[in-house]
């Protein structure tokens, strides 16, 4: 891990855009004309774009290199170069086909696991000066708190008997590597998990007889699609928030209190996903 730094990176691109400056030399010498005047006019031009290429090549490298030499001169400084060596774990719960109350059971237990994490999440950012994207961990801990209620409140629709699991214990990362995590786990919930459940939710309520189950499962059909869009959103603040790791952003998060959507930037009117305006500042 020591090895790996953002200078090295660096060093590693501009070797890179190097190289192909010696491509493009190559190439312009092995085009060159029959004969002698030919092959000199050709060698003077390769000659000419060699020195464009490579010149090219080097101002392209610089600016790259001074680009991120704005942003931080020491690689020491560097806060995303850690490496998350356990990749099982942050997969979230295993989708389930089996029928709606043991999915929702599965999205609580999840759910319920995103909280403890984000909660831990938002601690470790805020010990080591990560206040905004604490304060992100934090909004993203509570939009999963509601999620899972929310969830136990339709269970419970078609089962009296159930409940939230304990919250598990949590061992956090450093917090890029923690936002790596939350953004896994986020992106699997809306592309894998969720999908899954309001499909098995939608045909279920579709063959439903009894009026009493049949709403809790249209129900369950509401609450699974709000968590799969809130989640999309979740994703996307912590790659932002990753990716601008060592320029954070001064800006607020704005939690939907109703359904678990968080926006960045100026307050919303009113949120995209449940339509309402209940919104609490991070
Ligand atoms: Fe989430
Ligand atoms: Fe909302």
């Given at each position: 891990?020591?090895?790996?730094?953002?200078?090295?990176?660096?060093?590693?691109?501009?070797?890179?855009?190097?190289?192909?400056?010696?491509?493009?030399?190559?190439?312009?010498?092995?085009?060159?004309?029959?004969?002698?005047?030919?092959?000199?006019?050709?060698?003077?031009?390769?000659?000419?774009?060699?020195?464009?290429?490579?010149?090219?090549?080097?101002?392209?490298?610089?600016e790259?290199?001074?680009?991120?030499?704005?942003?931080?001169?020491?690689?020491?400084?560097?806060?995303?170069?850690?490496?998350?060596?356990?990749?099982?774990?942050?997969?979230?719960?295993?989708?389930?086909?089996?029928?709606?109350?043991?999915?929702?059971?599965?999205?609580?237990?999840?759910e319920?696991?995103?909280?403890?994490?984000?909660?831990?999440?938002?601690?470790v950012?805020?010990?080591?000066?990560?206040?905004?994207?604490?304060?992100?961990?934090?909004?993203?801990?509570?939009?999963?708190?509601?999620?899972?209620?929310?969830?136990?409140?339709?269970?419970?629709?078609?089962?009296p008997?159930?409940?939230?699991?304990?919250?598990?214990?949590?061992?956090?990362?450093?917090?890029?590597?923690?936002?790596?995590?939350?953004?896994?786990?986020?992106?699997y919930?809306?592309?894998?998990?969720?999908?899954?459940?309001?499909?098995?939710?939608?045909?279920?309520?579709?063959?439903?007889?009894?009026?009493?189950?049949?709403?809790?499962?249209?129900?369950?059909?509401?609450?699974?699609?709000?968590?799969?869009?809130?989640?999309?959103?979740?994703?996307?603040?912590?790659?932002?928030?990753?990716?601008?790791?060592?320029?954070?952003?001064?800006?607020?998060?704005?939690?939907?209190?109703?359904?678990?959507?968080?926006?960045?930037?100026?307050?919303?009117?009113?949120?995209?996903?449940?339509?309402?305006?209940?919104?609490?500042?991070?």
């Amino acid at each position: 891990m020591s090895e790996i730094t953002r200078r090295n990176l660096l060093k590693g691109a501009a070797v890179g855009a190097a190289s192909m400056g010696v491509m493009g030399v190559l190439s312009a010498c092995s085009s060159g004309g029959s004969t002698a005047s030919a092959a000199s006019s050709a060698e003077a031009s390769a000659s000419a774009s060699a020195s464009a290429a490579s010149s090219a090549a080097s101002s392209a490298a610089a600016e790259a290199m001074a680009e991120f030499e704005m942003v931080i001169d020491d690689p020491k400084k560097a806060s995303n170069f850690n490496i998350i060596t356990d990749e099982a774990e942050h997969h979230g719960p295993t989708s389930t086909t089996d029928d709606t109350l043991a999915n929702l059971n599965s999205a609580m237990a999840g759910e319920t696991g995103a909280n403890a994490k984000y909660t831990a999440f938002s601690k470790v950012a805020k010990d080591k000066g990560f206040e905004r994207i604490a304060a992100l961990f934090e909004a993203t801990a509570k939009a999963e708190d509601i999620h899972r209620h929310l969830e136990e409140e339709v269970a419970q629709k078609l089962d009296p008997a159930a409940k939230l699991p304990e919250s598990p214990s949590v061992d956090p990362y450093e917090t890029d590597c923690n936002l790596i995590a939350g953004a896994r786990g986020e992106i699997y919930e809306t592309s894998d998990m969720y999908p899954t459940y309001i499909k098995k939710a939608m045909e279920e309520a579709e063959a439903e007889s009894d009026a009493t189950r049949k709403a809790a499962l249209e129900e369950a059909v509401k609450v699974f699609t709000r968590a799969k869009l809130a989640e999309a959103y979740h994703a996307k603040w912590y790659m932002d928030a990753y990716t601008t790791i060592d320029t954070p952003t001064k800006e607020s998060y704005w939690l939907c209190s109703t359904c678990g959507f968080i926006h960045k930037g100026a307050k919303p009117a009113k949120c995209p996903i449940c339509g309402v305006n209940t919104f609490e500042e991070y």
